[in-house]
Structures are given as C-alpha cells and as structure tokens.
C-alpha cells in the first residue's frame, strides 16, 4: 500500500519559559517565542515527548520542560497576544495519560498482527478494563476479529484527539499546488493536542516500527541497527543497568 506524503501544517506556536501555579501552567507571555512546525519529524518528536510525560509520574518540571521547547498544548501564538497564557494542569495529565495509552495501544496491537494472535492486545486492554465479550474465544476466527475490533477501537481514539479542544474544530485537510502540475496533500491541526494525534495517525497509517525507552520511557521510531533506547546515552546508560543487575 502506498502511503501519500502528508504536509501537517497549522498557526504559529509560542513557546518559552512557564511556570506551574494555583494548578494551571502559565506561559510567560513576555519571554515566550513565536515558531512555526517546520517538518513532520518535528511534530512526531513533539508528540512522543507530550505522550512520554506520565513516565515522570506528574512531575511538573517535565510539564514546563515540555512548555519552554513546544508551548502550550491548546493556545497559540495569537491566543497569546490576547493574554490567554495558562491552561489547567489536571487537563494536561488527562491529555498525556490518554495519549500515552494510545501509543502503547498501537504498539501492542502490532505486536499482535505481527504474530497473528490476540493475546498481546488483550492482555493490554484488560488491564484498563477493555475487552469485546461479544467475541467467543472458542470461534476460529477468535484472534483475527479480536484485532480488528481492536483496530476500530484505536482509529475512534486518534478520531477524537484529531478535534480541537477549545473549539472542537477538527482538523482540516487541503490540497495545496506545490509547482507546475504538482500537488500536496496538507492537514491543518487546530491545536497541539490535535498535531500530536495527528502525528500517530501518521506512524499508524504507515505502520512505522516504535519502541519504548526502558530509560526515559519514551516512544520512538528507532533506525536501523538501533539499540533498545532512544538515544546513545539511554542506551549506555541500559547496559550499565544490565551489567549491574539492575533490570
């Protein structure tokens, strides 16, 4: 199946230095820049450090971290301008948590197609309480409909993060003329929140190979030859941790 290259395009962003207080993150609209997503690697890289944050266990210095090199997840630059700098910090963790659990869905599910059994999506979702009793584990076709009533489960979940959050607008799709005869295939994300979903609508619909750090618990797409870590470091820093007994 080809897979039609997507431009991911959308307002300009602010980022800079934040601050958590009275449980809402606040952007400091004085300090903060005005960016632009240049490339799609930029907003797969943004949404899997967005979905690695429940890692650090509500650790408000990852948020602000997050804030100071992306922004805010549903205000912009012009929100910015109009004073709209803060955003709940119990919106956040619900954000990321349900995030976090969509890419760990994907990466189960695929280890599933991949060996043609359901076991490892379904010992995944009963662990939130998920399931699809209607399915009779005795049926010949258990394993095959069990995965794809699981597939249809995650393209809900990246249907619904792909709406904005302020304005529940959905992300929109355009053609663009590139050149003489040339065309583009562009997505417009409302929000943040939206680009990140937006991102793993990508990795799903391509399905790219993931992993997940065993250090920093982050998802990525690892290169050729890769270790199991997103990094060299993380990756020394595994094998200090195996070489002492440590895993």
């Known amino acids: 199946m080809e897979i039609i290259p997507i431009r991911v395009e959308g307002v300009s962003w602010a980022r800079g230095p934040a601050r958590v207080e009275d449980g809402k993150v606040i952007l400091d609209r004085d300090r903060a820049e005005e960016y632009e997503f240049l490339n799609p690697e930029t907003s797969e890289r943004m949404a899997f450090d967005l979905a690695a944050l429940p890692w650090h266990r509500r650790d408000e210095k990852e948020v602000v971290r997050f804030v100071r090199r992306y922004g805010l997840l549903s205000h912009n630059a012009d929100d910015l301008e109009r004073g709209e700098d803060r955003e709940s910090l119990e919106d956040w963790w619900r954000e ?7 890419g760990a869905f994907y990466q189960n599910l695929k280890n599933s197609k991949r060996s043609g059994r359901a076991k490892k999506i379904q010992e995944f979702l009963r662990q939130f309480g ?12 258990f394993d095959q409909a069990y995965i794809t009533e699981a597939s249809v489960m995650l393209a809900n979940l990246i ?23 040339d065309f583009r295939l562009t997505q417009h994300p409302p929000d ?3 680009r990140a979903y937006a991102a793993f609508a990508a990795l799903i619909a391509s399905q790219a190979e993931t992993r997940f ?18 990094s060299p470091a993380h990756q020394s820093t595994y094998r200090g941790w195996r070489r002492r007994g440590k895993l």
Request: proline share 8%; hydrophobic share 30%.
């Open 130 to 141: 998920y399931g699809f009793r209607f399915l009779r584990p005795e049926a010949l076709d």
């Open 192 to 194: 943040l929140i939206s």
């Open 159 to 181: 249907n619904v993060g792909l709406h904005g959050r302020r304005s529940g607008q959905r992300c929109e799709w355009g053609l663009n003329a590139i050149g003489p005869g």
């Open 213 to 230: 750090c065993p250090v920093c618990g982050k998802q990525f797409r690892p290169k050729p030859r890769q270790g199991e870590c997103c």
């Open 96 to 102: 990321v948590t349900t995030l976090h659990f969509v």
